[in-house]
T-cell receptor, first 114, second 117 residues
Framework: DTGVSQNPRHKITKRGQNVTFRCDPI?????LYWYRQTLGQGPEFLTY????????KSRLLSDRFSAERPKGSFSTLEIQRTEQGDSAMYLC????????????FGDGTRLSIL | AQKITQTQPGMFVQEKEAVTLDCTYD???????LFWYKQPSSGEMIFLIY??????QNATEGRYSLNFQKARKSANLVISASQLGDSAMYFC??????????????FGRGTSLIVHP
């Protein structure tokens, strides 16, 4: 069990640029989640995959955000035309099936928009 | 929609003492699960303990126990014998388990715990 891996750890970019983050879940986990966390807040749900299917997407999520999980393995989260308000920590988590199964989180990608 | 409330923004405890972190939840569903996570300053979220709504016993995991009071809709985390390494943010989260449930956790805003030597 190598844990959930996220890359990059930090991303600094100018407003208006596109950014892409990667998440490698624990290999036997079929569920994968993306969250956004700002200072002083709990993680806020963005989207959720079961295997390669994207089953839910937050209604708060702008069309500038898109996520994929090809072949049900790693996932990418892309933000297009970044805005100041996108500055946050982006967390990825994975879990197995079962309601009592905890999510295992990566260390996150911290995005800073200049 | 479900909601998690953590009313204590910050808590202080002396090393080796016990501390209780409060969590109340709001849902009309009968089948749900409650989680507690720890987030040290380094950023990673660490799972601590889980309680299902139909579990009759309060969950325990080492120094962590969950004081589950279903009628009051509270799921307080008790940390016994606090250690300096327990200093972190603590988040309570809930998922709905009923058929059609999305298994998407709702997190509270967290409580910052500082353990004094």
């Amino acid at each position: 069990d190598t844990g959930v891996s996220q890359n990059p750890r930090h991303k600094i970019t100018k407003r208006g640029q596109n950014v892409t983050f990667r998440c490698d879940p624990i290999s036997e986990h079929n569920r994968l989640y993306w969250y956004r966390q700002t200072l002083g807040q709990g993680p806020e749900f963005l989207t959720y995959f079961q295997n390669e299917a994207q089953l839910e997407k937050s209604r708060l999520l702008s069309d500038r955000f898109s996520a994929e999980r090809p072949k049900g393995s790693f996932s990418t989260l892309e933000i297009q035309r970044t805005e100041q308000g996108d500055s946050a920590m982006y967390l990825c988590a994975s879990s197995t099936r079962g309601s009592n199964q905890p999510q295992h989180f990566g260390d996150g990608t911290r995005l800073s928009i200049l | 929609a479900q909601k998690i409330t953590q009313t204590q923004p910050g808590m202080f405890v002396q090393e080796k003492e016990a501390v209780t972190l409060d969590c109340t939840y709001d849902t009309s569903d009968q089948s749900y699960g409650l989680f507690w996570y720890k987030q040290p300053s380094s950023g990673e979220m660490i799972f601590l303990i889980y309680q299902g709504s139909y579990d009759e016993q309060n969950a325990t995991e080492g120094r962590y126990s969950l004081n589950f009071q279903k009628a009051r809709k509270s799921a307080n985390l008790v940390i016994s014998a606090s250690q300096l390494g327990d200093s972190a943010m603590y988040f309570c989260a809930m998922i709905l388990i009923a058929s059609g449930g999305s298994y998407i956790p709702t997190f509270g805003r967290g409580t910052s715990l500082i353990v004094h030597p």
